[in-house]
């Protein structure tokens, strides 16, 4: 999960993409099945979820046609749909894990996944129960990389819930094992759940100096669905402290991202914060453009909040350009 923007994120560091588009992408069967073993496909899986996650869900979509009962194809199906925030598919795939005999890293992940959905659908009992299983489950691996990866996971989730004192007890255990973790999308995750204190304590400088961090460790992986979010969220650290020319900066690697990715939500996401920051200095036309777009995203979807955010700001730029109904049609939409 990202530290500034959860109703954008999964909690494991994913961006919600348009899953049809996945779908309908050529499939990776005909290039590594004919190829490569079941085990070398898998590790494939592995070493595509760092840099390239819908790559990763092509392969292990056109490996489920081949196997389809096959455990670690269908763990991996369910950690790569709740990268995408297609929550209701990865809760399929995590039933149909809990079939089979996990190993403590294997019922690490699966717990995440019952995590996730819950977050999504806001019941927070369920949330915490399943994090809590995912967290025990990191520790009997005795891994370090698994303990921070799910301590982190579970700060985070505090962090959203303003629940400060258990995310910073989380992070202190972190430190713990952090010296021992090399992985750097878990260095990654660790900065953001760090970030994510330092903004519910108004550790503004703080929270700034980890996302960069985070970011420092992400950038080698090229993992554009990643980097789009974490940059969304920087910008959206320095619109809080009020330096829009920064935000706009952050706001426009964002967007890069998000198009070399094929993630039209990140799109929609950077668009409105680049038209809200310039709305916020006062440039409205040049707000103008961005929020349109961004509106003309969100108008088809069901999120309710982006819309009526949106469509609050277009009235307010209308209104500044006397282009009164304009702002009228804005408010009533």
């Known amino acids: ?105 294997e019922q690490m992940h699966v717990q995440m996944g019952f995590a996730i959905y819950y977050y999504f659908k806001v019941d927070k009992p369920n949330t915490f129960k399943h994090i809590d299983l995912a967290v025990k ?57 760090l970030c994510a204190v330092y903004l519910l304590t108004n550790q503004f400088e703080g929270a700034v100096e980890a996302q960069l961090k985070s970011i420092e460790f992400m950038t080698p992986t090229q993992n554009q669905q990643q980097l789009s979010v974490l940059h969304y969220n920087l910008a959206d650290i320095y619109w809080q402290m009020d330096d829009f020319d920064a935000a706009l900066k952050s706001y426009s690697d964002s967007l890069e991202f998000s198009k070399n990715s094929g993630d039209t939500v990140g799109e929609s ?29 969100f108008s088809n979807t069901d999120d309710t909040v982006n819309i009526v955010e949106t469509n609050s700001h277009l009235a307010q730029i209308y209104l500044n350009l006397r282009q009164f109904s304009e702002a009228k049609a804005a408010l009533e939409k």
């Open 1 to 105: 999960m990202q530290c500034s923007r959860s109703s954008y994120l999964t909690l494991t560091n994913i961006v919600l993409v348009a899953v049809m588009l996945l779908l309908a992408s050529p499939s990776y069967s005909q290039e590594y099945s004919g190829h490569l073993s079941l085990q070398q496909q898998l590790d494939r899986i592995e070493e595509l979820d760092s840099s390239s996650p819908k790559e990763a869900l092509k392969l292990a979509q056109a490996l489920e046609r081949q196997y389809p009962n096959n455990k670690e194809v269908i763990i991996w199906l369910s950690r790569l749909y709740a990268q995408f925030s297609n929550v209701d598919e990865a809760l399929i795939y995590a039933n149909r894990a809990t079939q089979f005999k996990l190993t403590p890293t």
């Open 137 to 193: 489950a990191a520790m009997l691996s005795e891994s370090a990389t698994n303990i921070v990866r799910a301590l982190s996971f579970r700060s985070s989730i505090y962090s959203s819930f303003n629940l400060t004192h258990q995310a910073m007890e989380d992070i202190s255990t972190i430190y713990e094992s952090i010296d021992f973790v090399t992985e750097p999308d878990v260095l990654s995750s660790f900065y953001n759940a």
């Open 269 to 297: 996401y950077a668009y409105m914060g680049q038209g809200k920051s310039h709305l916020k200095q006062g440039n409205y036309q040049q707000a103008l453009n961005p929020l349109k777009k961004a509106e003309s995203f």
